[in-house]
């Protein structure tokens, strides 16, 4: 696999940008318009005009509302790269890595890559956007009837078989949350900053059980955008650049097929090999992990496939004080998608560029040389990889 | 208990099963087992596909619970569903019948039934404890 190793020091991808909307319980805006307004914060955070930019990558939340026409409303002509991308909670690594190759090998020079969702409408639950049954007809309709809705009772069971093989806890699920809302008092653009204790998460109400409310995600209306550009390109911008070392992607494409992984390993550990191997790394130099964070649980897997403990090992790990920000692993520093903000895999992508830039204000990481940043969709059976550094990549084609 | 469904097209002869009392999987010609949604055999590849009959038995490899809000002093509803495994070996996502969360573990032996929201809709597999 071609890395940016593999090409003069000039053409490798950096992140040169970020545009982050107010994201929460905003409304009166639509996706599009979040949309357009993440592209707008990034150009102008980069130092770039919108006429510099020759490639868009759009990706849509669980309300399908951002569009290729997104161009249009933003006024760029003549691009050189246009996709909408799908890949679920992966789609913001997957469009890093799309924006990374194109910007590497001269397809485009500053690649936009933006999401936005706009979920939650005024007076409506938020479980009411994401909890509809599906059409009554179809394999899907079938689930319908057979008492699905929606990704939580899915991932639900995808925990039950972690906590029944490894013994994983409630408990240690609860250390998660607990830690991640730590971060999160230290973070001005969360959601949720009051302080949270291990008896707020065991008397939260059940969701779907193994789940408790606080085991699960927020649901946010917002946008994010990241700008992709060359390290040559990136030299003379606003900015300091965020480089980006490697990166993967994994599909087991097993949902619902007889799968002895479900619920145990995840498309993280082949995502995050090839990443690190790209990179050259390994977990142990990792500083700050930004680990998708739909739910508790997808922490506690994730942080396993990874390698940052043993496979069955994340519940102890977790529970050990190993998190939060007096912890050994800094780990979703800005409260993750269980406290700050629920932008699919902006969300650790957003924190992971603001980290590596050192401009986290109080829940900045001491270290952070390298970042990682990991994205999971549909129910476990996508997953993207990023690795990040205020460095350059070293080494490699002259 | 079930919800209301209809058939379309893809799964119209598994629910011909459903109707008879049938729970219906996918088989090769090799003899190999597939989910009943598979167009492609899951462990060779072939798309060469026919409907036949499993025994409907089944175990269980993990479960979650769900939990309706409470009115009131009525507890909320509780409901099970399921992660079920055909002896054939392919896997069923469904609900259980009849079981209380507390006494489930992974491997009880689990059996088919077939419910119907209401008349005029399909039957619909569900799986009790045995």
Same mark, same amino acid.
């Given at each position: 696999m071609s890395g940016p190793r593999d090409v003069a020091a000039g053409r490798r991808p950096v992140i040169a940008g970020l545009g982050l909307t107010d #994201?929460?319980?905003?409304?009166?805006?639509?996706a599009q318009q979040f949309a357009a307004d993440a592209v707008r914060l990034a150009v102008a955070d980069a130092g770039l005009?919108?006429?510099? !930019?020759d490639g868009l990558l759009t990706s849509s939340g669980v309300?399908?509302? !951002?569009?290729?026409?997104l161009q249009r409303d933003l006024g760029?002509?003549?691009? $050189?790269l246009l996709s909408e991308m799908q890949a679920f909670g992966a789609t913001a690594g997957a469009m890093v890595q799309m924006a990374a190759l194109a910007v590497q090998s001269g397809t485009a020079s500053v690649v936009a890559c933006v999401f936005a969702d706009d979920p939650l409408k005024e007076?409506?639950?938020?479980?009411s956007a994401y909890g509809t049954r599906r059409a009554p007809s179809g394999w899907g309709g079938l689930m319908g009837a057979s008492g699905y809705a929606g990704p939580n009772p899915l991932y639900a069971l995808a925990a039950r078989r972690h906590m029944q093989t490894y013994g994983t806890t409630t408990e240690q699920l609860g250390a998660v949350a607990v830690a991640q809302r730590d971060w999160a008092v230290l973070n001005?653009?969360?959601q949720l900053r009051t302080p949270m204790t291990l008896a707020d998460h065991a008397g939260s109400r059940w969701v779907v059980d193994p789940f408790r409310k606080l085991d699960c995600c927020l649901v946010s209306n917002g946008g994010a955008a990241v700008l992709v550009t060359t390290a040559e390109r990136a030299a003379d911008l606003a900015r300091p650049p965020v480089h980006v070392h490697g990166w993967g992607q994994a599909h087991p494409?097993?949902?619902?097929?007889?799968?002895?992984?479900?619920?145990? #390993?995840?498309g993280a550990v082949a995502s995050g090999a090839k990443a690190f191997a790209m990179a050259g790394?390994? #977990?142990?130099? !990792?500083? !700050?992990a930004e680990l998708y964070d739909c739910y508790t649980y997808t922490v506690v897997v994730s942080l396993e496939d990874y390698g940052f403990? $043993?496979?069955? +090992?994340g519940g102890p790990f977790a529970a050990s004080?190993?998190?939060?920000?007096?912890?050994t692993l800094k780990l979703?520093?800005?409260?993750?998608?269980?406290?700050s903000y629920y932008l699919w895999g902006m969300t650790p992508l957003t924190e992971a560029v603001i980290q590596a830039r050192g401009?986290?204000? +109080?829940?900045? $990481?001491?270290?952070?040389?390298i970042v990682l940043v990991s994205g999971n969709g549909g129910i476990l059976d996508h997953h993207s990889t990023l690795i990040l550094s205020p460095h350059p990549v070293s080494g490699g084609a002259a | 208990m079930v919800g209301p469904l209809d058939r379309d097209g893809d799964t119209a002869p598994f629910l011909d099963g459903t109707a008879r009392g049938e729970f219906l999987l996918r088989r090769c010609p090799q003899g190999h087992w597939s989910e009943?949604?598979?167009?492609?055999?899951?462990?060779?590849?072939?798309?060469?596909l026919s409907w036949a009959a499993s025994t409907g038995d089944a175990r269980l490899v993990s479960w979650a619970v769900t939990h309706g809000r409470p009115d009131g002093d009525t507890p909320p509803p509780r409901h099970v569903l399921a992660v079920v495994e055909l002896d054939e070996g392919p896997w069923w996502w469904t609900s259980l019948v009849a079981a209380d969360p507390e006494a489930l573990s992974p491997g009880i032996p689990l059996r088919v039934e077939f419910a119907r929201a209401a008349e005029q809709y399909e039957a619909v597999p569900v799986f009790r404890p045995v």
């Open positions: #994201v929460g319980k905003v409304y009166g805006r639509s005009q919108m006429s510099d !930019v309300t399908r509302g !951002v569009a290729m026409s760029l002509t003549d691009l $050189a007076g409506k639950t938020a479980g001005p653009l969360a494409g097993r949902l619902l097929k007889h799968s002895e992984d479900f619920g145990l #390993v995840t790394l390994t #977990v142990q130099d !990792v500083d !700050v403990c $043993a496979k069955g +090992e004080g190993a998190l939060g920000p007096e912890g979703n520093t800005g409260g993750g998608q269980l406290s401009e986290a204000g +109080e829940r900045q $990481a001491d270290a952070h040389d | 009943p949604a598979a167009s492609t055999c899951t462990a060779c590849g072939s798309v060469e």
